[in-house]
């Protein structure tokens, strides 16, 4: 993937459910539409974001198996109107 993220999270060796934990809280910190790359190696963690991503609105950009490593890209949402 050539996009340049505005933040990286390493979360290579932590386990389930701390990937998609410390995801939310580095989502949290970015304006809409900034996109967060996760590395993982926890193989749930393809699970886990996808459900997440399910349920919320952001949006997976990308996500991509490299080696023992998983890589997502999450693209945070707009702010809804009020």
Same mark, same amino acid.
């Given at each position: ?5 505005? $933040? /990286?999270?390493?979360?290579?060796? *932590? %386990?389930?459910?701390?990937? *998609? *934990? ?5 989502? =949290?910190?970015? #304006? %809409? ?6 590395? =993982?190696? $926890? #193989?749930?963690s393809w699970r886990d974001f ?6 919320? &609105? &952001?949006?997976? =950009? ?5 080696? $023992? /490593?998983? &890589? ?7 702010? %809804? =109107?009020?």
């Open positions: 993937m050539t996009v340049q993220p505005d $933040d /990286v999270l390493d979360a290579r060796g *932590l %386990p389930c459910p701390l990937p *998609l *934990l410390k995801a939310k809280q580095a989502l =949290a910190r970015l #304006g %809409p539409g900034e996109l967060l790359e996760v590395m =993982a190696t $926890d #193989g749930g996808e459900t997440f991503i399910e349920q919320s &609105h &952001h949006e997976m =950009a990308a996500r991509e198996e490299r080696g $023992d /490593v998983y &890589h997502y890209w999450i693209r945070k949402a707009e702010e %809804p =109107a009020r």
